[in-house]
């Protein structure tokens, strides 16, 4: 007998049965994230919490509040602000068009531009200068997804706008650097590479002579290269490919073309660098992949290291993990006064591969107690004792489900507490319950009335101990 499928009317194949068939059309298909994004699973999101809780303490301190733009805002906003040449917004930009009004909105590629944009339209102006803001959240960028470069992954951002003293770059600097020292990284685990692009009175000048150079190489320099001799001529500096390399070193530099001002700024902002003791490296070829800066520019890399066979600790390989700069005109693009500005990223996914690689373990606080019940009368009890160890700040493990004695007591066992309470029909009746030590597994019966205050003097007890060991 032959089977028919339903929708073309055609004969099934010979060997196939009809239950194969209808399987195999009834497969469930199982849905991914999208390339280059990832879902944070728990054991990842306590590295997240971690990078935020140390940067609401360093960034608090130093006088910046925190503030959140919205993720969408309007495409313009970022090809007036990072630069319609940019590769972020010529090749990486999420976009959609809003089916109401036909809107072309983006996804942020960055903070910067939403910042800036949120402190004209909010008149923080007028508020005492520099406004200093932190934000962290995610950003998008449809690049080439490979190791440490996602589509998706957070910033911490750092603002300071409204005041054009070098001092406020150097302050910057210095926040960003205690930062991450507080993550862990040592002064000697970190470079800070630093340059100055001049501003919009001395750049033209030199972009002039850089073309002039790089067109006599045309045919030498890489495609990408070639393009960005027309569109983006900055960004020439900043290839990798080692064609190119050789151009580059005999390239015309910035800081043989900035003009008395921004030599001036450049200068101080280097003394106050010297006077403090903060190591950096001047980078020549720096030039940063966004349209707003102005002067100053510089990155921080985290310095992987290694002990050779003698000992000697040797560097392994460095990672960009933030990127900053002056931008002093954009608050003026934005339809804002002049207010120049400094700031900086860092990208949070590459702070935690660091924290990773140097085996720093972001452990958060687990229960110490774990809450049994067994059938319906416990069950609700239990959800009445959960709240009331709510109230008063102890976390509890539990099982609400209708799990068994023996199951209940293996997931506590697995979540290593010290302690289980055990509670049964007949000890909501009694008014009673039953605290095991998981360790010793000595058992006692409580009432109910004292549980609190009797897990919390264990837990003290506890407390003193591991501590008097330590
Ligand atoms: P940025 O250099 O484009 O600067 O990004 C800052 C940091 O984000 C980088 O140093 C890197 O650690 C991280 N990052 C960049 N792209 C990726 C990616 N695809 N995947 C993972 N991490 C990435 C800015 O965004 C400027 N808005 C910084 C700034 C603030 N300038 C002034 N204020």
Redesign the pocket.
Known sequence: MAFYNRTTNRAIGRGKTKKKVEKRKYRRKVFQSIRGMRDILPSDCVYYDYILQQAKKIFNFYGFKRMEPPILERLELFTKGVGVNTE?VEKEMYTLKTKDEGEILALR????AGIARAYVENGMSNLVQPVKLYSFGP?F?H?KPQA????Q?Y?L???AIGEGDPVIDVEVILAAKAFLESLGLKSSQLRLKINSIGCSICRPGYIKALKKYYSKHLKEICTLCQERLKTNPLRLLDCKNEKCQPFKEEAPFSLDYLCPDCREHFKKVLEVLDSLDVPYALDKTLV???DY?TKTVF??FAVEEYKNEEGIIQEKKT???????R?DDLIKIFGGSEKPA?????????LISVLKQKEKKIISPQPLVFLVQIGDTAQRKALSILEEFRHENIALAENLGKSSLRAQLQNADKLNVHYALILGQKEVIDGMIILRDMRSGVQELIPLTSVISVIKKYLRQDATSSHSKK
Do not use: D, H, K, M
């Open positions: 972020i590629p960055e903070y910067t950003v960028r690049e440490g470069r996602f589509r992954f910033q951002n750092l603002e940063r992949g966004l800066y990155e921080f990672l960009a993990v933030a990127g900053g700069g931008y400094v700031g900086v990223a860092f990208g949070v996914e590459r």
